[in-house]
């Protein structure tokens, strides 16, 4: 017997660990709805089949473990679970779900929107408007209904006048002026390693409050065309701001 053999009998209980708790993880990010924070929507059902699917080989393989008491078939057995130097591949892995467990995750905000200026905050070329039909009321459509709109027929003019009830967080960008604020969102095409933010600018009537960056509101008002930094631009001209908690889905419409 090597010294180095005992602690070989734990290895492959890490990898059960390691295994089973990602599994767990990802069921818990789907029941408590944090995954609405790191992934599409669209990718839910692939995250809870994996998830399912971890826990199950998990349990498969704690019950193989229970099966082969001699230590010359966990070793053998070692040989094939470990992809890394030994112990160390399921030791990450398994710090990460745990860490998972512990915090939780965070929304973008308003310093990471402010790491653009304006114009790429205005910008549209992101978006997928491809067979996109807004709502025939204005009132009715969201922050995202009218940038893609505005994505398609880009001509501020064309919209003056109409009313306009949108959410979203605020925004202060230094390149505006303080009678503006931009009412923005973060949009993800895959998973929160692409968000970006999309929105609109806010122009306060006298007396209205700023209100504090991050703060999600809901604003009702027309849109008028405004210049800012030199360019024409579809603006809300907001009659009511209203403060609201931030969406369960804050990556939604």
Same mark, same amino acid.
């Given at each position: ?50 998830? %399912?699917?971890? %826990? ?7 019950? $193989? ?153 809901? %604003? $009702? ?33």
């Amino acid at each position: 017997m090597t010294k180095s053999q005992p602690p070989n009998k734990l290895l492959p209980w890490l990898d059960v660990l390691a295994i089973t708790a990602w599994g767990v993880l990802m069921l818990r990010y789907w029941r408590t709805g944090k995954l609405n924070l790191l992934i599409h929507p669209n990718y839910f059902p692939l995250v809870i089949v994996a998830g %399912i699917f971890l %826990i199950i080989v998990g349990l498969l393989k704690a019950q $193989e473990l229970w099966r082969r008491r001699r230590r010359d078939v966990i070793t053998s057995n070692v040989q094939h679970v470990n992809f890394f130097a030994p112990g160390w591949g399921s030791s990450l892995l398994l710090i990460a779900a745990i860490s998972g467990f512990i915090f939780t995750p965070q929304v973008f905000a308003s310093d990471k929107a402010l790491q653009r200026n304006v114009t790429d905050l205005l910008s549209t070329s992101r978006l997928q408007t491809r067979d996109f039909e807004p709502p025939s009321q204005t009132e009715k459509r969201s922050l995202l209904d009218w940038v893609r709109t505005l994505s398609v027929y880009p001509e501020p003019d064309k919209y003056t006048g109409q009313k306009v009830k949108v959410k979203g967080f605020v925004i202060h960008p230094p390149e505006m002026g303080s009678e503006y604020i931009f009412l923005a969102r973060f949009v993800l095409t895959c998973c929160a390693a692409d968000a970006y933010p999309i929105g609109l600018p806010v122009k306060l009537s006298k007396g209205q409050d700023r209100y504090t960056p991050d703060t999600w509101l809901e %604003i $009702e008002g027309k849109m008028v065309t405004e210049t800012i930094n030199g360019q024409r631009q579809l603006t809300v001209a907001a009659d009511s701001l209203k403060k609201i908690p931030q969406p369960e889905n804050p990556y939604g419409d």
